[in-house]
Every structure is written in C-alpha cells, then in structure tokens.
C-alpha cells in the first residue's frame, strides 16, 4: 500500500526558532500533500493544500506567515513553524493523495513538536 | 467545516460487531464519504468509502442510507486492536477533509 513518512517523528524547540517538518510520498507520486494539526484531545484541523509547483491554500484562520510550507517535488512536502511559541506545539500530520486514484488520503505517522 | 456528526463513544464486546453511526445530512450528490480510525498518537488509518451503494472490504463493511443522509461503518467482529477513534468524514469537490470529533470506539473482553 501507499506509504507516508515524516521526519522528525518528535522535535522539542525553543520559542522563536523554527522548525522544519518534512512529508514524503515513498512509493507513489502525491499530486496533493494536505497538511493537519491536531491538539490533545481533540480531532484533525486541516491547516493547508499544497500542491506541487504552487502555493498552498491556507485554511481560515491559519497564517500562511508563520507555517511555511513548499511542495517542491511529486514526493516532498515540508512545513516550517517560524517563530514558534508554545501555543504551537502540537500533533503535525501530512497527508498525501495519489496521482492515479486522488480519492484516497494516505496519511503519515505524524510529527510531535514541543516548543519550551 | 464538518459535515458530518457521531456519537462521542461506544463500547463494544470483543469479537461482536461493531456498528458505528455517522449522520451527513447535508451531503451533496457528488460527495463522497469515508471512514478512518486513530490510535493514539498515529496517524489516521484508511477503512472504507463509498458514494452511494452498500461497500466492503477486508477491514470492515459500509451501510449508506438510500437519501445518503446518514451510514453505518461495521466491523464485523470486534478485537481489542480495534480500540481507536473513529471519524466518519464527507470529502468535498476540492478532495479535502474536514474532521469531525469521532467516535471512540473502546472493545472490551
């Protein structure tokens, strides 16, 4: 099946600095990489689209300033908190959709950023 | 935003069915809707989809409603492995997917 990675799987931070995350598609092309967050307790929050060659698309409320993400091949996505503040850690999860068959989203094992 | 809503828990016996509710009554004709599930801590695992018939698969069996306002994830019988959140999710035109709060589904011996 489609596989997903990221890395660093857990990252601590301290605030002001910032943090890359990267998503890969292993074993198939991603025409999209969407990207999540996700509190304690609480569900997935869609974040962004990112497709390959282009912007990405911010969700209401999310700013595109601080979480930079680029989508330079058909198997990367990275995502960069800038400036992280506590208030930013959180649970990162990527996913990615398939070139030929784009209805499914295989999902990554997600990245734990802590920021002290 | 979600368009669909579940209940919050549910507990099942293991190795009975597990019959999990999901309502999307705002669904549009073209909307599909998929189910995945998450233990703690991992990324969400795929289940199923469907548009408009009845769907199975190796993991489990998807029951949508003829007025597609509302489905049933069942898996069949029940292991304490199955132990997750659930969350019924409506993809829209853009392929998105908005998260509900799920259901945690807690299979008890």
């Known amino acids: 099946g489609a596989v997903v990675s990221q890395h660093p799987s857990r990252v601590i931070c301290k605030s002001g600095t910032s943090v890359k995350i990267e998503c890969r598609s292993l074993?198939?092309?991603?025409?999209?990489m969407f990207w999540y967050r996700q509190f304690p307790k609480q569900s997935l929050m869609l974040m962004a689209t990112?497709?390959?060659?282009?912007?990405?698309?911010?969700e209401q409320g999310v700013e595109k300033d601080k979480f930079l993400i680029n989508h330079a091949s058909l198997t990367l996505s990275t995502l960069t908190v800038t400036s992280a503040h506590p208030e930013d850690s959180s649970f990162y999860i990527c996913?990615?959709?398939?070139?030929?068959?784009?209805?499914?989203?295989?999902f990554g094992p997600g990245t734990r950023l802590t920021v002290t | 935003d979600a368009k669909t809503t579940q209940p919050t828990s549910m507990d099942c016996a293991e190795g009975r069915a597990a019959n999990l509710p999901c309502n999307h009554s705002?669904?549009?004709?073209?909307?599909?809707v998929y189910w995945y599930r998450q233990i703690h801590s991992q990324g969400p695992q795929y289940i199923i989809h469907?548009?408009?018939n009845n769907e199975t698969n190796e993991m489990a069996s998807l029951i949508i409603t003829e007025d597609r306002k509302s489905s049933t994830l069942i898996l069949p019988h029940a292991t304490l492995r199955d132990t997750a959140v659930y969350y019924c999710?409506?993809?829209?035109?853009?392929?998105?997917?908005?998260f509900g709060s799920g259901t945690k589904l807690n299979v008890k011996p």
């Open positions: 469907g548009l408009k």
């Open positions: 996913s990615a959709t398939d070139r030929q068959y784009s209805y499914e989203q295989y």
């Open positions: 999710i409506v993809r829209d035109n853009f392929n998105k997917f908005y």
């Open positions: 074993d198939f092309q991603a025409t999209t």
């Open positions: 705002t669904i549009s004709g073209n909307e599909y």
């Open positions: 990112s497709n390959e060659g282009s912007k990405a698309t911010y």
